[in-house]
């Protein structure tokens, strides 16, 4: 599986952080490498979305490091680095004042881009992510779970970052909305091919969307495993997982875009 | 209705006070503005002197107003001229309202829509100027409102140690002892409180961001 070639993406070298004085991750080492969807999977409070926020430096390690395509993301300026990794959240946080227009050609905009060039990519991303083009001039307010969820991913693309960080994206939707997304993401992932690092605390989503699955718990890395070896996988915690979630999740393993 | 026709026969004093009276409050209100707004962001973004200060503030706004008058007497250049005096105490009275309300006007902007912001590569002026200002902006209008009202009301009292304004009429009413004059002040001062609240209220619904 790992191409020993390529260098990975990103590579957590032996990361601890503490957050107001607790240790929520330990001794962290993973690679990330070109093109994959790695899902970080696990319950509240085992690390995943600690170690998202390390990677675009919303967090800094207490002992470690990231390195973001080779070269340490301490080093060099943090606005750079953050603009050219995107970032989705489970809370959208959609600018409420903005229209979904500018919430998508924000980045590009402050980036300078010409605004021709800008509202040319707003139109091509509102169709990427099948939204259409007649909502560009609505505010976020006026948009479904969904649909806002759709903007926050287009807006995550807008500058056409390499890298896509997502914390439970899919997370607050409804189930039917939800699959919906995870399909429309599939999709676009075999087009775009990013990077993208996602973290869910649902097995059946991990098993779906992810190329390889990353299991924590309590601030350490458990194991790391395709889908198929995940449901197999005789490590406790992962098929206490397995056993968690059911049946029908060979299906979902099967990663059926369908 | 002998009120109106005093007025009538006064009104070049009622207006040159209602002028005088409008630059204490305007005044007071600006510089209440510039030091009371980013003192608020300050306070914001760091929690920890959010306590010292909202407490100064509210010392501050506990001193009765003729004795704050009184203290600020003594001092070199202020107290030369009532009227820096004056504005210099409405200043102060006026900042607790704006502090607070742009603190928890910015405090109140949602958590998810900042980070996502700074995750996005916002630097922490954009931050400020394009997210949390323009989200927090009803709620700090509606502070300057509340120190505007009350800046029509205190600065009547400006009149006791000579800056002028609408209390005049007030105060040489008092000493009268006729209704007529301390209405032919009361009633511009009520009208111009109504008129700063109206204006500032209208000010703060065109800002609200939905």
Redesign the interface.
Same mark, same amino acid.
């Given at each position: 599986m790992q191409p020993a070639a390529a260098s990975p993406v990103i590579e957590f070298r032996d990361v601890s952080c503490r957050v107001a004085g607790t240790l929520v991750l330990s001794g962290f080492n993973l690679q990330v490498q070109s093109g994959e969807t790695l899902v970080l999977l696990g319950r509240s409070g085992s690390g995943k979305t600690t170690s998202l926020k390390l990677v675009n430096r919303l967090l800094t390690p207490t002992s470690g490091e990231i390195r973001v395509k080779g070269v340490s993301n301490a080093e060099g300026d943090v606005i750079r680095l953050r603009r050219s990794i995107g970032y989705v959240i489970q809370d959208v946080g959609l600018f409420p004042h903005f229209t979904v227009e500018k919430n998508i050609g924000l980045v590009p905009r402050i980036e300078g881009w010409p605004e021709e060039r800008v509202r040319a990519r707003v139109f091509e991303l509102l169709q990427m992510v099948g939204l259409s083009p007649d909502l560009a001039s609505r505010k976020p307010h006026e948009l479904s779970g969904g649909q806002r969820q759709r903007v926050g991913v287009a807006r995550a693309l807008a500058a056409d970052p390499e890298i896509l960080l997502m914390d439970e994206p899919f997370g607050a939707l409804d189930p039917l909305t939800r699959d919906e997304l995870q399909r429309e993401f599939l999709l676009l992932q075999q087009r775009l091919h990013k990077t993208v690092v996602f973290v869910t605390h649902d097995l059946r989503e991990a098993l779906r969307i992810g190329s390889r699955i990353a299991l924590m718990e309590a601030g350490r890395l458990v194991t790391v495993a395709e889908p198929r070896e995940f449901l197999r996988s005789t490590d406790p915690l992962a098929s206490a997982y397995v056993r968690a979630f059911g049946d029908g999740l060979e299906s979902a393993a099967n990663r059926g875009t369908s | 209705m002998s009120v109106f026709r005093f007025m009538w026969q006064n009104h070049g004093q009622v207006l040159e006070l209602t002028l005088e009276h409008l630059r204490l409050v305007g005044l007071s209100a600006l510089f209440a503005m510039l030091i009371g707004i980013p003192l608020g962001i300050a306070i914001a973004h760091r929690p920890r002197f959010n306590k010292p200060v909202l407490a100064s503030a509210n010392i501050i706004q506990t001193i009765p107003s003729l004795a704050l008058f009184g203290f600020l007497l003594p001092v070199p250049w202020l107290g030369e001229r009532a009227d820096r005096l004056a504005i210099l105490a409405l200043t102060l009275y006026a900042l607790l309202p704006i502090i607070r309300n742009t603190y928890t006007g910015i405090r109140g902007v949602?958590p998810?829509?900042?980070?996502? %912001?700074?995750?996005? %590569?916002?630097?922490e002026s954009?931050l400020l100027f394009?997210?949390e200002l #323009?989200?927090a902006v009803s709620v700090i209008l509606s502070g300057v409102r509340v120190a505007v009202v009350i800046s029509v009301g205190l600065a009547t009292i400006a009149a006791a140690i000579g800056a002028g304004g609408l209390g005049e009429f007030i105060f040489r009413g008092l000493a009268m002892v006729d209704d007529r004059v301390i209405l032919a002040g009361a009633i511009p001062a009520a009208l111009l409180a109504l008129v700063a609240d109206f204006g500032v209220g209208w000010l703060e619904r065109r800002l609200q #961001?939905?």
């Open positions: - | 949602d998810a829509v900042v980070e996502a %912001g700074r995750g996005m %590569g916002l630097t954009q394009q997210v #323009p989200l #961001p939905r």
